[in-house]
């Protein structure tokens, strides 16, 4: 609570804040070009977590320190985190193509990109250039979480009342739109299981793991058959099957 | 510390709170009523609280509160607004609620099976549509009343989500063509977010020139009071202000469909189940300039005189737009969504007269096309063959000959949108371009006469084609409309030609209304 | 005007007046709409309807009687209200719109009730009974609108309904071609009653009876001369009077009970109704005054001389109509106590004529739709109730006391005898002469269809009389063409006066009894030569004749005069126009119609179906809209 009177109390822009921006902004900055720059959906993610940790800081330093923490905690702890999993899990699709097939799009874009960009930020220049932040004490005078709190329970009661429904459809509509569920004689009993298990051509045992390899433990890489050849059964189908390379084939000296 | 709480007069929210109840014991029916029963009852929960809250907005409808800490502003153009929403979205879930035109409704049963596996097609044949349709619909009509009635940009911006999200995951929920129905969904979400964050950004430059504005010491806010007040005596630098409302306008202007803001309407018309689309196009239009018009009435009229020739502008390219790019289109859903593009630029006009004129005939042209454009889409949903609904505009030709009385209702509507006289379409059209020019804003309604012009084209095609062309081996048959649709066609012509015929009572209700508190 | 006009607010039982339109409308809604389904009972429900106003109407009526004003208006709601323009969906219930609403239901429910009958065998029945139905509620929101505006609604209504009913037979060329030269022919008219209306609001800012009324007095004369005869035009278009009359025998292609009700009783006489209705505007121009009396002369004089030489039952009985309803022109042209008359005249035309078509249609009916009088004769015997009932109608037209002809006709001649000046010979001569012409050829008719030898072609062997239930409306008919004029004539005149006001009364040139004696003298005279003439029949097919007879078997040459004057240097024009119209204005449209088509081709292209060529887009307005903002605001432009 001390830093946070402190960082109240100061106003103006303190040196170590300064010094703060000036690192962090860069790499926010970066963390965002970075999002749409990457190739891989697992590296944008984690571009914009970096990206959105550092607003948590801003946040922070800019006497803010509960949005501040629910920004590290709730957005980049959680929700980036949830959505890594999920990226990880369903495995990146290969087939996505990044090729631009429309013509001039990518130009385009960058370029009104910048203008809006540059537009805004000589507005804002323009307009804040010589003015001074005001009523930050007033915002923070009983604490900052006390001020949110007075906030959210007056003046803006309803619109955080009515969140609520925001919530309950977004659940509702991960259910509709994710959710399969079966009908009651799909549903097969021990007996039926049994019989489609041992049914002729299909193998009852279970699926062997993938392949472990003094070069590569990927779940993506094939097992070997004691014939020598690879089995595809050994590979979740989502993924690509890894080939292996002539090094990988090459015999390791542990043959003895 | 010590807070004073504000003051809540549920009695004036309780249009709002009513169908938010509802939807969320729609929520509960779907996890505690056995499957068959879930559509009758939701149904049935739909419309009681439809009806409900249409009792509680007459009842209000002496009500000039500001209440829920300045957060909700209940007057006429609430009201009159919330009214509207309330009897076009009943006539929207008839549509919705229709199963007997097509086997299980329009809407998918399982919405994650994949597209035209063994498993999609057996739910498509005989499979019930997901009744979770119903308390998404309650739930996006509770938002749009909120945001007729928000009095800060927090509460509308809430609102604007809150009646967005269940409209997004309804557009995916298509039982025909669902791919397209899916793709349509995700193009709305993402477009939406994209609108949504302009109106973000925009709103807290507003903020920082409330708090400018008032000098040291004092807070800014979002409310429209405060915003009002800044704008007519400010010191501070402008750039903020007009930043801010230039951001703000492009999230408002996407849901209305204003060009180039309009980009996903044809394609999210198209996908979207058909009375999902009717329902977009009547009541989130009504909602969409609602809001723009207590953003424009109330937090803005100070600033009129430069937002006019920006927004007029637009309004003039949203004309444009939408008539010309209706000529050449070949697909009725298509067709209606350039209709509805074309239709915001006239509205817009309207918009944008900041007079008591302006703001009533506004009223009458969004209750008015709410109407017809309903039962058009109600008209949709009955041309169909085997593949479900036949919306290509080659497979119309020869209708009048199958189904003269569809392909009659159908022509009226037409015309109504082409605004011939006795229809509500002139009528809207006369009070929202009389406005107009009594504003002084006479290229305004030139460009609309203009348009209106190129927009009788197409119109007048497709009823040519209905009429004059033999019908051909592929033209579609017409269903018999099930009690519900027929119910909703009847009211939409009913109310598209009375309000051509006798404006005048609702005409009358509008001017009434058109008062907001400040 | 010294007086002005008002009209009290109805209350009561007149506050229901509106059932008058709304039940045959609504009936005719049902009958259109139910289509195959109503089949069965649809008739009954037509005729039941028109029967129920008729019952309502009396009760009006009796209403209206016990008021101090004798007039009630009921506005029902803002029909149009554009700017200054206020027009009210309302309903005027005074003593010339009871006595028309007593005679369209009284006799439209006896025509509806012998329609059945008549219509019994044809397929489209129902339809037909629809647009009867339409028909009624037309003509009485026509006579009972409280304004201009209403009252042009209803006439229009009952053009679409007489349209409608003349192209009944729609797959006979003669019957298609009849309703499209009515509907052309009152396109004139009622351009020229649209005009007056524009006029009105343009000078009055109003279209209310009661305002046009009280503030045409104060308008230049020459407007009100404008008015007037526009007014005079559109009435001429729809009573088929001169330049107009054309239309109104070829209307006779329509089913007989049509040509009875609309084309007889009740639709043409809506121009009599409209300048009678105006008299205010008609009484202030003596110039105008003049105009619709010459007309009215004319008009009767024309209709006798063609109507002597057509063979055509139903024709003979039109150009009778478009005679009569010049005595009613001449009647209001006169003006003064005259307008009375002509309204009593119209009432007593009302059921004789009715009486005479239903009676014609009973002919037709026994003799397989035959309408040729040369290829009648003798039928006395065989059609005892249609004879009698036609007798009656033959003597009440003609005017023989004490037949109601005689009661209301009369006083019109003596009426024209009473103009101030020499044209009280002109008018009054006309009068006269008409009667005898009257006479003359009404009992052509009479003879050549019921006397003299039989002349019938060879398929017909037994003409039979008609059902009970088509007797039964001509026998009450008959009735009415007896007594109705000797009854109406006084009450009506003083029951009229607070609309049409009381007249100075001029006595005529010559006395009331030498009138009365040399008319029914003429009127024996035109009777007796016919009967002579004709009472041994006469040449089955079309005789060479003198050059008076050719003219009149041409219409006196007006078709041929139309012809000449309208049709061919209109068709001239139109193709000028066309050639005009292709090369030029064409050009320009299709040249716009290219631009806007390739314009919405090329923007369609914008319209990729990708969402990050939406979002750009989106990004496009984004940057525009801010911009546009910050340069309006700070001038950065400047």
Known sequence: MTGQAVLAAAGGVTGGEQITFWILAPLALMGAIGTVWARNAVHSALWLVLTMLCLGVFYVLQSGPFIGMVQIIVYTGAIMMLFLFVLMLVGRDASDSLIETLRGQRIAAILLGLGFGALVATGLWRALGQADAVGLEQANANGNVQGIAALLFTRYVFAFEITSALLITAAVGAMVLAHVERRRQDRMDQVATMKARFRPGNYPGPKPGPGVYATSSSVATPARLPDGGLTERSVPQILPQRELSEEDKALKGTEK | ?518 | MEHSVEYAHATGLLGSVWLLVAIPLVSAAILLLLGRRADRWGHWLGVASVGAIFVLGLSYFFSLRGLENRSVELSLWDFIAVGDLHVDFGLLFDPLAAVFVLLITGVGFLIHLYAVGYMSHDAGRRKFFGFFNLFVAAMLLLVLGNNYVMLYVGWEGVGLASYLLISFWQDRPSAATAGKKAFLMNRVGDAGLAIAIFIMFATLGSTQFADVFNGAGALQSGTVLAIGLLLLLGAAGKSGQFPLQAWLPDAMEGPTPVSALIHAATMVTAGVYLIARSNPIFSLDPTLQTVVVSVGALTLLMGCIIGAAKDDIKRVLAWSTVSQIGYMFLGVGLGGGAYALAIIHLLAHGFFKANMFLGAGSVMHGMQDQVDIRRFGGLAKYMKITWITFGLGWLAIIGMWPFSGFFTKEPIIVEAFARGDWTAWLYGGAALLGAGLTAFYMTRLFVLTFHGPKRWTEDIAHPHESPLIMTVPLILLGLGSVVAGGLMATPVASWLTPVLGHGEHHEPVLSHTVITVLSLGLTVLGAGLAWLLFRNGTALVEQPAGPVVRAARRNLYTDAFNEAVFEKPGIFLTRALVFLDNRGIDGLVNALAAAVGGGSGRLRRLQTGFVRSYAMSILTGAVLVVAAFLAVQLGWLA
């Not at chain 2, 999609?120 to 509770?142: C, H, I, K, M, W």
């Not at chain 2, 009071?225 to 409302?245: C, H, N």
């Not at chain 2, 209606?336 to 703001?359: I, P, W």
């Open chain 2, 1 to 518: 510390m010590d807070l004073k709480l504000p003051d809540i007069d549920y009695a004036a929210l309780a249009p709002i709170l009513v169908l938010f109840g509802a939807s969320l014991v729609g929520v509960l029916v779907e996890a505690f009523i056995p499957r068959k029963r879930r559509h009758l009852t939701q149904l049935v929960l739909g419309l009681l609280a439809l009806t409900g809250a249409l009792v509680a907005v007459v009842l209000n409808a002496q009500d000039r509160v500001v209440t829920a800490g300045g957060a909700v502003a209940v007057d006429g153009p609430t009201l009159f607004l919330q009214g509207a929403i309330v009897v076009l979205a009943g006539m929207a879930l008839m549509l919705i609620g229709e199963r007997s035109v097509q086997r299980g409704g329009a809407f998918v049963a399982h919405a994650a099976v994949t597209v035209g596996s063994p498993e999609d097609q057996r739910q498509a044949a005989d499979e019930g549509g997901a009744t979770e349709v119903y308390p998404l619909t309650l739930f996006a009509v509770s938002g749009m009343l909120l945001f007729v009635a928000a009095n800060d940009l927090l509460t509308m911006f809430i609102a604007l989500e809150a009646f967005s999200l269940p409209l997004y995951l309804l557009c995916a929920l298509a039982r025909r063509r669902r791919l397209l129905s899916q793709e349509s969904a995700l193009k709305y979400f993402l477009l939406g977010s994209y609108a949504s964050a302009f109106f973000l950004f925009g709103m807290a430059l507003v903020y920082g020139f409330t708090v400018g504005a008032g000098g040291t010491g004092s807070g800014g806010g979002v409310d429209f009071g405060t915003i009002r007040t800044a704008v007519t005596d400010s010191a501070a630098s402008e750039v903020l202000l007009f930043a801010g409302l230039a951001l703000l306008s492009i999230g408002l202007l996407f849901k209305i469909a204003a060009a180039p803001f309009h980009v996903w309407t044809p394609d999210v018309y198209q996908g979207a189940p058909t009375p999902i689309t009717g329902f977009m196009a009547a009541c989130t239009k009504v909602a969409a300039f609602g809001g723009l018009l207590r953003v424009l009435h109330v937090a803005f009229s100070g600033a009129s005189w430069d937002f006019t020739p920006v927004l007029g502008a637009i309004a003039v390219l949203t004309m444009l737009v939408g008539a010309i790019l209706a000529v050449t289109q070949t697909d009725i859903k298509r067709l209606l969504a350039y209709s509805s593009v074309a239709n915001a630029g006239y509205l817009l006009v309207g918009a944008l007269v900041l007079s008591k004129d302006g703001l009533s005939s506004t009223m009458f042209y969004l209750v008015a096309y709410g109407f017809t454009v309903l039962a058009a889409f109600g008209v949709v949903t009955l041309v169909r063959d085997a593949d479900g609904e036949a919306t290509h505009l080659s497979r119309w030709a020869g209708l009048g000959r199958r189904s003269p009385l569809y392909a009659g209702l159908f022509t009226f509507l037409l015309l109504a949108f082409a605004g011939i006289p006795l229809t509500s379409g002139f009528t809207s059209k006369f009070a929202v371009f009389g406005a107009a020019l009594d504003a002084g804003q006479s290229w305004l309604v030139i460009a609309g006469v203009l348009t209106s012009m190129i927009l009788a084209f197409p119109y007048l095609r497709v009823v040519v084609m209905m009429w004059l062309s033999e019908p051909g081996e592929s033209t579609p048959t017409v269903s018999l409309p099930g009690g519900l649709t027929a119910a909703a066609l009847m009211i939409g012509v009913v109310a598209t030609l009375v309000l051509g015929v006798a404006p005048a009572p609702l005409l009358d209700l509008a001017n009434g209304a058109a008062e907001f508190v400040r």
